[in-house]
T-cell receptor
Framework: QKEVEQDPGPLSVPEGAIVSLNCTYS??????FMWYRQYSRKGPELLMY????GNKEDGRFTAQVDKSSKYISLFIRDSQPSDSATYLCAVTGGSNYKLTFGKGTLLTVNP | DTGVSQDPRHKITKRGQNVTFRCDPI?????LYWYRQTLGQGPEFLTY????????KSRLLSDRFSAERPKGSFSTLEIQRTEQGDSAMYLC?????????????FGSGTRLTVV
């Protein structure tokens, strides 16, 4: 079993839709949970991070972590064509801050 | 400072040749990381430095791979006797030691194609 599982999609939605992206993880030692966005031929850029369980909102984006079920989610409201990218979940918990990534979900928002 | 810079952006090499990539981190970041990303996969950790010290190496980093960070500034990643399986995007990232886990800044990567 991989440490982080993420459905690779692809996911295609119309503009304005609510998008839900999810990951599960296996190691209960993970404490920091991040979502990265990666445009084609670019490096990942940090979108949101959460420490431990709970919700965090930033504009149209909401990140949720449920440590009891080892489940992390990213919701995008009012999706825009510019949101089209690969979304990667990442987790870490050790002192060396090594990130463990999911496979990434390719999202396309159609105008 | 314009972020993490990687050079070259693309490299095509013949199997068996050696290649070297360079990463220039954000100047005030003392941690530097190398990751590898293959098509359809998330980045996988290779190694990281705190200042000039290489503190951890993944099992993915075979003996053909070597990384250095002289003087704690830029870093190089060398692959000797390249194989087709080395074809991937090599990503460099840097972070301050404090808040390292969410303070990563990635470069745009070096895409290696071994033919």
């Amino acid at each position: 079993q991989k440490e982080v599982e993420q459905d690779p999609g692809p996911l295609s939605v119309p503009e304005g839709a609510i998008v839900s992206l999810n990951c599960t993880y296996s190691n209960s030692a993970f404490q920091y949970f991040m979502w990265y966005r990666q445009y084609s031929r670019k490096g990942p850029e940090l979108l949101m991070y959460t420490y431990s369980s709970g919700n965090k909102e930033d504009g149209r984006f909401t990140a949720q972590v449920d440590k009891s079920s080892k489940y992390i989610s990213l919701f995008i409201r009012d999706s825009q064509p510019s949101d089209s990218a690969t979304y990667l979940c990442a987790v870490t918990g050790g002192s060396n801050y090594k990130l463990t990534f999911g496979k990434g979900t390719l999202l396309t928002v159609n105008p | 400072d314009t972020g993490v810079s990687q050079d070259p952006r693309h490299k095509i090499t013949k199997r068996g040749q050696n290649v070297t990539f360079r990463c220039d981190p954000i100047s005030e970041h003392n941690r530097l990381y190398w990751y590898r990303q293959t098509l359809g996969q998330g980045p996988e950790f290779l190694t990281y430095f705190q200042n000039e010290a290489q503190l951890e190496k993944s099992r993915l980093l075979s003996d053909r791979f070597s990384a250095e960070r002289p003087k704690g500034s830029f870093s190089t990643l060398e692959i000797q006797r390249t194989e087709q399986g080395d074809s991937a995007m090599y990503l460099c990232a840097s972070s301050p030691e404090v808040v390292a886990h969410y303070g990563y800044t990635f470069g745009s990567g070096t895409r290696l194609t071994v033919v």
